[in-house]
C-alpha cells in the first residue's frame, strides 16, 4: 500500500511563500501521474496542479498559474509545489494525490492514493 505523507504547510502574510512536499513510501516509478489538489471549509476539493512521471507535462488551475511551481524527484520519491506570492484565498488544507495512471488530470477519481493533507493559511 502507498502512503503520501505531506509536509511544509503553515501560516504565512500574503505575498508570502512555502514550499509543500509530498514523500511516498514506495518509489514514484511505481507512480504515474501525481498531483496537488486543495479544500477550504465548505467548499469541494479542488485540483491545483499535477505532473506527469516524466515531469515533462505539468497542469495548473487558471487560480494558481505562474504562482505555483509543481515538480518532482523520482529518485527521493517526491513531489513538490512551490507556492509563491500566496493570497488570502489560497488558504486550504493541501493534499497530495497520486495515480497509476500517467494521466494528471483535474479530476479526483483518477488518483488512488491520498495523502492526509496539510493545513496553508495566508493571512491579509
Known amino acids: 500500500q502507498v502512503q503520501l505523507v505531506e509536509s511544509g504547510g503553515g501560516l504565512v502574510q500574503a505575498g508570502g511563500s512555502l514550499r509543500l512536499s509530498c514523500a511516498a513510501s514506495?518509489?514514484?516509478?511505481?507512480?504515474?501521474?501525481m498531483a496537488w489538489f486543495r479544500q477550504a471549509p465548505g467548499k469541494e476539493r479542488e485540483f491545483v496542479a499535477g505532473i506527469t512521471w516524466s515531469g515533462v507535462s505539468r497542469y495548473y488551475a487558471d487560480s494558481v498559474k505562474g504562482r505555483f511551481t509543481v515538480s518532482r524527484d523520482n529518485v527521493k520519491n517526491t513531489e513538490y509545489l512551490q507556492l509563491n506570492r500566496l493570497k488570502p484565498e489560497d488558504t486550504a488544507v493541501y493534499y497530495c494525490a497520486a495515480s497509476r495512471l500517467d494521466l494528471a488530470t483535474k479530476t479526483t477519481g483518477t488518483y488512488d492514493y491520498w495523502g492526509q493533507g496539510s493545513q496553508v493559511t495566508v493571512s491579509s
Open positions: 514506495i518509489p514514484t516509478s511505481n507512480i504515474k501521474a
